[in-house]
């Protein structure tokens, strides 16, 4: 586990005791070097999101990741959950596009 990873993985962890978390490094979708870390897909799963909207379970991961959102971190999609909720999907989440942007848009 690189270190960024190991960083988002430890402060949510803390932050949101969760019940399930996945933190998946989706930079080699993107156009940046080999081995990046600054686009980033977690899924979580916390009680702590009861009674909340979806935009304040994102403002609270936006404030525990702070350091990272200002730093090395471009992206995160965020899939943020209840157990309920979570039970109700049965741990389906959507995938991630692939980046359109940079070299990766040029015509061929």
């Given amino acids: 586990m690189q270190p960024i990873e190991k960083a988002i993985r430890a402060k949510i962890a803390t932050e949101f005791e969760p019940q399930h978390l996945e933190v998946i490094n989706e930079s080699y979708k993107h156009s940046v070097p080999p081995g ?21 379970r994102h403002q609270a991961v936006y404030a525990a990741l702070r350091e990272e ?37 040029d015509p061929a």
Avoid at 36 to 56: I, M
Avoid at 70 to 92: C, I, M, R, Y
């Fill in 36 to 56: 990046s870390e600054s686009h980033f897909k977690v899924v979580l799963v916390s009680p702590a999101f009861a009674g909340q909207r979806l935009v304040q």
């Fill in 69 to 105: 959102l200002d730093g090395p971190v471009h992206a995160l999609a965020l899939h943020t959950h209840t157990p309920e909720e979570w039970a109700h999907k049965q741990g389906d989440t959507p995938d991630s596009p692939n980046c359109l942007g940079g070299s990766k848009a």
